[in-house]
T-cell receptor, first 115, second 115 residues
């Protein structure tokens, strides 16, 4: 079955500290992977995506993610968190064998940032 | 560039009333998706269209829900009659092209409250 697991429902980090949000997926073919961020009252904004090639992908707002096929993971990282990064983060997987390229979303990780 | 536009942003209505949510996709995008977001179930795909044709409506919860896309620039999601358990945030997203490696672009959502 196709699924995405974000093990951490809520994470709190101090401003300036590093961040890693975990994402594990189960997918029967080559996955296309995405991270989205949702600020309160807003829609989902694409942070970054992985299709192929270099397994370390750079996104907006200083975020990066690394695709590890052996671990079925696509963890999101940021070296120094800013207070404005407080939001909910969603990992998603899709692919060519997924009719129409539907995305399967994880349950989300809510990030709080301490001053 | 204009993004995905949803209206209304907020809707409060009484149980039993008809509710119509509207979406204008990004110009040139030929895929349109409707999602529902709740605390309990996260982000659920309700239905998606390709070139105005519904492709997969397996996520539509029951016959009270219906969606149409009369042209490439407009879609509606209708609930009739509405029930309190329909209270959620409803998102519309659009995508260019059939490949799963194209990102979906989300609107800001409609927050629906059924009293």
């Amino acid at each position: 079955a196709q699924s995405v697991t974000q093990p951490d429902i809520h994470i709190t980090v101090s401003e300036g500290a590093s961040l890693e949000l975990r994402c594990n997926y189960s997918y029967g073919a080559t996955p296309y992977l995405f991270w989205y961020v949702q600020s309160p009252g807003q829609g989902l904004q694409l942070l970054l995506k992985y299709f192929s090639g270099d397994t370390l992908v750079q996104g907006i707002k200083g975020f990066e993610a690394e695709f590890k096929r052996s671990q079925s993971s696509f963890n999101l990282r940021k070296p120094s968190v800013h207070w404005s990064d407080a939001a909910e983060y969603f990992c998603a997987v899709g692919g060519m064998n997924n009719q129409g390229g539907k995305l399967i979303f994880g349950q989300g990780t809510e990030l709080s940032v301490k001053p | 560039d204009a993004g995905v536009i949803q209206s209304p942003r907020h809707e409060v209505t009484e149980m039993g009333q008809e509710v119509t949510l509207r979406c204008k996709p990004i110009s040139g995008h030929d895929y349109l998706f409707w999602y529902r977001q709740t605390m309990m179930r996260g982000l659920e795909l309700l239905i998606y269209f390709n070139n105005n044709v519904p492709i997969d409506d397996s996520g539509m919860p029951e016959d009270r829900f219906s969606a149409k896309m009369p042209n490439a620039s407009f879609s509606t999601l209708k609930i009739q009659p509405s029930e309190p358990r329909d209270s959620a945030v409803y998102f519309c997203a659009s995508r260019e092209g059939p490949l799963g490696n194209q990102p979906q672009h989300f609107g800001d959502g409609t927050r629906l409250s059924i009293l």
